[in-house]
């Protein structure tokens, strides 16, 4: 199942959020700050003993970690693609944060995630792009999965918000 929401991803109580983070997995701005702002420091705690283990997070792929003070119970760290013109294997990266985030999320047998609009802000990648890659990954994923899921994808800035609208 698939739901649309405008707004503020840290306040969602779904069994996780997804963060758009960066390989370091140390913070950062946007939507990395506010749930680390809003989820308190156990998140990079453990993000720093993920760290310590495997050397942070590579564009494409996903960690989990707690979710600390939100009311999300647990916070999953993918990575996204920096935009670069598009012949960078951008569109497959993108895909890939898509579906590590929810392979991670059934492995954890959680049965709600909510995706921020991946690499489209600091990251720059192209927003109508970005939602249709977003969605095809999702619906594709659900498809093939025997998981029951509800994803929600929410939207912060009102431009994406009528993209998804208009796609989903
Ligand atoms: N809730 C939901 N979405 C949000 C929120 C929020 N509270 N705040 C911003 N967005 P960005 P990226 C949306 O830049 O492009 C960080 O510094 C925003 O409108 O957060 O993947 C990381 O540490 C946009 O549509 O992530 C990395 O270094 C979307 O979140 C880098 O930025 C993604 O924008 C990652 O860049």
């Known amino acids: 199942m698939i739901e649309l929401l405008k707004g503020d991803i840290t306040k969602l109580e779904v069994d996780a959020i997804v963060n758009a983070a960066n390989s370091s997995l140390l913070g950062g701005g946007g939507v990395d700050g506010a749930i680390h702002r809003a989820g308190g420091p156990a998140i990079l705690e453990e993000c720093q003993r993920i760290r310590a283990k495997q050397g942070g997070c590579m564009v494409g792929e996903a960690v989990i970690t707690t979710g600390g003070n939100l009311p999300a119970k647990f916070v999953i760290h993918t990575v996204g693609p920096t935009w670069n013109g598009g012949k960078n294997n951008e569109e497959a990266l993108l895909a890939s944060a898509y579906r590590s985030s929810l392979a991670l999320a059934v ?18 990648f192209p927003k109508d792009r970005a939602a249709e890659i977003a969605i095809d990954t999702v619906k594709e994923f659900l498809n093939f999965s025997s998981a029951e899921i509800k994803v929600t994808f929410v939207c912060y800035d009102e431009e994406n918000y009528w993209i998804y609208e208009e796609l989903i």
């Open 107 to 124: 492995e954890h047998q959680l049965q709600s995630i909510a995706f921020p609009n991946i690499s489209t802000g600091v990251y720059r």
